[in-house]
T-cell receptor, first 113, second 110 residues
C-alpha cells in the first residue's frame, strides 16, 4: 500500500488477556517506530527498529511489552496480561532512513476492560 | 527537564491572524527537526522539516536556532482548517529515535 497500515483499527480486550498489534510500514522504509498516546496526552516512544540493527527498546514500559520486526518489514507489538492503564492509541510510523521524516499509520485504539 | 518542550496553549486566534509557536530541546547533539500537526483523534502528519537556514512552505515558516536550541513555527493568514495540535519533533543521538513535544493546541476562530 501507499501508506503505513495498522491493524486492527480498534481492539477491546479483557484485562489479563494478551493482544497483538500489527504494523505494515511503507515499502522500502528501513526504520519503524512504535508510540502510544493516551487520551489527551503526548506521544510516548516505545521501540525503534532500524534495518538489521538491534532495536532501541528503551521506551517499553514493562516486560509485558515486546515487539518484533520480521524480514525487515512487518512489525508486531505484543502486550501480555493487559492492564487497564494499557488503554491508549498505539501508533506505528516508518521512515526511509535515519534522518528523514516519519509517516504514521492511523493507529490501533486499544481498550482494556 | 523534558527533552522537547512546547507551550501547550491553547492559542485561540481569529482568522487571518499570524501566530507563532516555539519549541526548545535539551540535547545539543540533536540532528533533525520537524513540525507535525495532529487533528483530534487522528494520527500525526508531517507539516514540514526544519532546516538550519530556515524554510518556508506557503503560509508556514520554520526556523532553527542551534545556539539557543530553539525551533519556531510561524503561521501567517490563519485559516479555520489550521486548527489542530502542532507537535515539535526532534531526532537525537545515535539511536535516532524521534522525540515528540507534548504539542501546542491552536484554534482559529471565525
Amino acid at each position: 500500500g501507499a501508506g503505513v497500515s495498522q491493524s486492527p483499527s480498534n481492539k477491546v480486550t479483557e484485562k489479563g488477556k494478551d493482544v497483538e498489534l500489527r504494523c505494515d510500514p511503507i515499502s522500502g522504509h528501513t526504520a519503524l517506530y512504535w508510540y502510544r498516546q493516551s487520551l489527551g496526552q503526548g506521544l510516548e516512544f516505545l521501540i525503534y527498529f532500524q534495518g538489521n540493527s538491534a532495536p532501541d527498546k528503551s521506551g517499553l514500559p514493562s516486560d509485558r511489552f515486546s515487539a518484533e520486526r520480521t524480514g525487515g518489514s512487518v512489525s508486531t507489538l505484543t502486550i501480555q496480561r493487559t492492564q487497564q492503564e494499557d488503554s491508549a492509541v498505539y501508533l506505528c510510523a516508518s521512515s526511509s532512513g535515519m534522518n528523514t521524516e516519519a509517516f504514521f499509520g492511523q493507529g490501533t485504539r486499544l481498550t482494556v476492560v | 527537564r523534558k527533552e522537547v518542550e512546547q507551550d501547550p496553549g491553547p492559542f485561540n486566534v481569529p482568522e487571518g491572524a499570524t501566530v507563532a509557536f516555539n519549541c526548545t530541546y535539551s540535547n545539543s547533539a540533536s540532528q533533525s527537526f520537524f513540525w507535525y500537526r495532529q487533528d483530534c483523534r487522528k494520527e500525526p502528519k508531517l507539516l514540514m522539516s526544519v532546516y538550519s537556514s530556515g524554510n518556508e512552505d506557503g503560509r508556514f515558516t520554520a526556523q532553527l536556532n542551534r545556539a539557543s536550541q530553539y525551533i519556531s513555527l510561524l503561521i501567517r493568514d490563519s485559516k479555520l482548517s489550521d486548527s489542530a495540535t502542532y507537535l515539535c519533533v526532534v531526532r537525537t543521538g545515535s539511536a535516532r529515535q524521534l522525540t515528540f513535544g507534548s504539542g501546542t493546541q491552536l484554534t482559529v476562530l471565525p
